[in-house]
């Protein structure tokens, strides 16, 4: 039995005010089954790992560098992630592949560094709706995929988590049906059954692409979806809550 894993994707949004905010909203819960998770923005990590520290809720950073550290400005390293108290990365997002033209390849090597670091890579796949309108989907996550499985050793792929994310789905309203994002989910699942059955079996697919309180168990029922990585929703505690409640 796969716990399922409810992660909010901040993206570019907040302010030292909204994390003590949302984070005491959210902190003001029970734990549930469900493990949750905050990626808020660099600037904002330290903040959040301090008031999240020994809480159920665990904070991500929104990527990292592919170097370990050196003469790269602006960049920052999986080792000061993990310094932080950071304990997941999310890698290859969609606007990380759109806007900064990031590879198959990056995405590997920066993950082959949070690893080093000891940091759980949330790797997300996807395709743009071009790329769903020609019929390439299934190619298009499985090469995503295949370059992971490729070249990561089974204990690394073992703590490996991958988020599906229909480029055309997120943040525009529009939302794989359950049986689009349950097809998808389970074509990368047997793709990682031929490197391991056990793997395969153990590992988190996440879904992501404007999932909200009215169509989460929905999605989050089918059986290959282990959770969510939100968007929008994650930055309205309520919205976010509600999301938690309905992967129990
Ligand atoms: C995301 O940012 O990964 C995402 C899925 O966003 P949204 O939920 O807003 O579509």
Redo the contacts with the bound molecule.
């Keep these: 039995m796969r716990q399922k894993l409810v992660a909010g994707?901040w993206?570019m949004h907040g302010s030292q005010r909204l994390v003590t905010d949302l984070l005491n909203k959210l902190l003001n819960q029970q734990p549930l089954s469900a493990k949750v998770l905050v990626f808020p923005p660099y600037p904002y990590l330290s903040q959040a790992t301090k008031l999240l520290a020994g809480s159920f809720i665990g904070v991500g950073a929104q990527d990292c560098s592919q170097a370990e550290e050196g003469a790269y400005t602006s960049e920052v390293s999986a080792a000061m992630l993990a310094d932080l108290g950071v304990s997941h990365v999310?890698l290859g997002?969609?606007?990380r592949r759109q806007y900064h033209a990031e590879t198959d390849t990056q995405v590997l090597e920066k993950a082959k560094r949070a690893l080093a670091a000891n940091l759980i890579p949330v790797v997300?796949v996807g395709e743009t709706l071009a790329e769903r309108e020609a019929g390439a989907t299934a190619e298009v996550v499985l090469r995503q995929l295949t370059t992971l499985l490729d070249d990561l050793s089974l204990d690394e792929l073992k703590k490996v988590v991958v988020?599906y994310?229909p480029v055309w789905?997120?943040?525009?309203?529009l939302?794989a049906t359950p049986e689009q994002a349950q097809e998808v989910h389970a074509l990368l699942r047997a793709a990682v059954a031929k490197v391991d059955k056990d793997l395969a079996a153990s590992m988190l697919f996440l879904y992501?692409?404007?999932?909200?309180p009215d169509n989460a168990a929905s999605l989050l029922e089918m059986p290959d979806i282990d959770g969510?990585?939100?968007?929008?929703?994650?930055l309205d505690a309520d919205q976010f809550l509600a999301i938690r409640k309905a992967a129990e």
């Design positions: 994707n993206k999310l997002h969609s606007e997300c988020a994310e789905a997120i943040g525009t309203g939302t992501g692409g404007s999932m909200k969510g990585l939100i968007g929008g929703a994650s």
